[in-house]
Structures are given as structure tokens and as C-alpha cells.
């Protein structure tokens, strides 16, 4: 089985080549390698208040998804990122319910996102951490 490596979060910067995206930089958490995941304006700003503390006026779609998973007893226990295609990376949600572990397939800024709301570890499999 591949190893998982942890990822921190090290920022998003605007991406000045293509217009209402950002990149999501993460590194391992004990290492040296970076890399970004391009992601959109809305999902870029959902993680960016979360990291900031501010919180919107409204629930935005991402903190419905972790209210829903509170309502109904489950948790988000890690993100892994599992593939590249393309330089699209592709995401499991691994959430904890009353039957065990449900995992889901996401979006990469969709589960990040998630991530930082509920204080859930990021992960990627070596295997792709070698190849970016």
C-alpha cells in the first residue's frame, strides 16, 4: 500500500495567468516539497476565512456540508489525495459514521476546504507527492 504523507496548508496565492483561480499551496508537514492545486475564487475563499477566523454572514456551502456531518454523528477523518491526471489532483473524503469509515470522492479544494472546518489532516499518497 502506498504511503500517505500529511500536507499543511502553506497559503493560497492569486494566480495571475488565468483569470478567478487561485493556487492552493501545501507542503508536507515534515519535509521540504511544496506544490499547488489550482482552485477557484469561491473555494479559495471559503478556506481563506476559515484560516483567517472571519466568518460569513451566512453559512457557505462548505460549512453546511460540515454542519450536516455533525447533525448526523459522522466526522471527517482525513483527506487523502489519491491521484493526478492531467495535473488534476482527485480526493477521497474518509468520514466516520455509525456503520465505520464512508469514503467519498471530492473535489481537492472542495475536501480541503472541509478540511480546515473541521480540523481534519490532508494527506497525499507518496506515489504523487514524487511525480509534482
Given at each position: 500500500m502506498d504511503?500517505?504523507?500529511?500536507?499543511?496548508?502553506?497559503?493560497?496565492?492569486?494566480?495571475?495567468?488565468?483569470?478567478?483561480?487561485?493556487?492552493l499551496v501545501l507542503s508536507e508537514t515534515e519535509?521540504?516539497?511544496r506544490f499547488s492545486v489550482m482552485i477557484g475564487e469561491p473555494e479559495a475563499?471559503?478556506?481563506?476565512?476559515?484560516?483567517?477566523g472571519k466568518k460569513p454572514p451566512r453559512p457557505?456551502?462548505?460549512?453546511?456540508?460540515?454542519?450536516?456531518?455533525?447533525l448526523y454523528g459522522s466526522k471527517l477523518e482525513k483527506v487523502l489525495i489519491y491521484n493526478m491526471v492531467?495535473?488534476?489532483f482527485y480526493s477521497e473524503l474518509h468520514i466516520r459514521t455509525a456503520d465505520g469509515v464512508q469514503v467519498v470522492d471530492a473535489r481537492t479544494s472542495d475536501a480541503v476546504a472541509l478540511a480546515v472546518r473541521?480540523?481534519?489532516?490532508?494527506?497525499?499518497?507518496a506515489s504523487i507527492l514524487d511525480i509534482v
Open positions: 504511503a500517505e504523507i500529511k500536507l499543511t496548508i502553506t497559503g493560497l496565492v492569486y494566480n495571475q495567468t488565468v483569470v478567478g483561480t487561485y493556487g519535509g521540504n516539497r475563499q471559503s478556506i481563506a476565512l476559515k484560516l483567517n457557505l456551502t462548505h460549512d453546511l456540508i460540515f454542519n450536516l456531518l455533525n492531467n495535473d488534476v473541521s480540523d481534519s489532516p490532508v494527506f497525499i499518497r
